[in-house]
């Protein structure tokens, strides 16, 4: 029963790529969500910007946006990277829990 439990738990935690969220690297705190979100809107209409902050209110280097079209998504992880002054910033596709994807599909 443990075993079956423990199973249960892995699967739930395996991560997923999100289709239409992607996850942006190595930019400092002069880099807000408002910033992002000017960006990247040359691909597509956006529906979430979110940089995760630390204990003191900086940012961690990382961002999360969310694009209303896949298709949209898709293109910007293809590049690689967003341009952002004289920075290349490192984009990837972001990724959820199993868990979550089953939240999303529930609502």
């Known amino acids: 029963m443990q075993e079956l439990k423990a199973k249960e738990e892995a699967e739930?935690?395996?991560k997923v790529?999100?289709?239409v969220?992607?996850?942006i690297r190595k930019f400092g705190n002069?880099?807000?969500?408002?910033?992002?979100?000017?960006?990247?809107s040359?691909?597509?209409p956006i529906t979430r910007v979110k940089i995760p902050l630390d204990d003191q209110g900086y940012n961690?280097?990382?961002?999360?946006?969310?694009?209303?079209?896949?298709?949209?998504?898709?293109?910007?992880?293809?590049?690689?990277?967003?341009?952002?002054?004289f920075y290349e910033l490192p984009?990837?596709?972001a990724?959820?829990?199993v868990q979550m994807q089953q939240k999303r599909e529930q609502q």
Do not use: H, Q
Request: include cysteine; proline fraction near 4%; hydrophobic fraction near 35%.
């Open 12 to 14: 739930s935690e395996k």
């Open 17 to 19: 790529i999100d289709p």
């Open 21 to 23: 969220t992607i996850k």
């Open 30 to 40: 002069e880099l807000g969500e408002e910033d992002l979100k000017n960006l990247l």
């Open 42 to 44: 040359a691909y597509g």
């Open 60 to 85: 961690k280097g990382i961002g999360f946006v969310t694009f209303a079209k896949e298709s949209d998504c898709s293109r910007v992880v293809e590049e690689g990277f967003i341009r952002y002054e």
């Open 91 to 93: 984009v990837e596709p």
């Open 95 to 97: 990724y959820f829990s």
